[in-house]
């Protein structure tokens, strides 16, 4: 089991950028792949992108590609979210989770860890 903690959210205008981190406790985070999703209020929570254990293969959910990036620092136990160009339908809660096949998955209930998640609001 990992515990998992987000931070980085925040108020920011359309158009911003935001960097999300989640930080891992436990020595097998390096096993894991790790996800990002969101809830926003009334919403089922969704998928916004993943990355395997190794970092070297990438999944970005299609509302987000080419604006935000998945990576990771397995020596910090940490998984970032860079969320450029920012649009008002981005506002939701967002959190982190960790997979523990390594491979990383779009459906949110291949994730045994989750974190307590951080709010992203975008003003218009």
């Known amino acids: 089991q990992v515990q998992l903690q987000e931070s980085g959210g925040g108020l920011v205008q359309a158009g911003g950028s935001l960097r999300l981190s989640c930080a891992a406790s436990g020595r097998t985070f390096s096993n894991y792949a790790m996800g990002w999703f969101r809830q926003a209020p009334g919403k089922e929570r969704e998928f916004v992108a993943s990355i395997n254990w190794s970092g070297e293969n990438t999944v970005d959910a299609g509302s987000v590609k080419g604006r935000f990036t998945i990576s990771r620092d397995n020596g910090q136990k940490t998984v970032y979210l860079q969320m450029n160009r920012l649009k008002p339908e981005d506002t939701a809660v967002y959190y982190c989770?960790?997979?523990?096949?390594?491979?990383?998955?779009?459906?949110?209930?291949?994730?045994?860890?989750w974190g307590q998640g951080t709010q992203v609001t975008v003003s218009s």
């Open positions: 989770a960790a997979d523990r096949s390594g491979l990383g998955n779009l459906n949110r209930y291949e994730y045994h860890d």
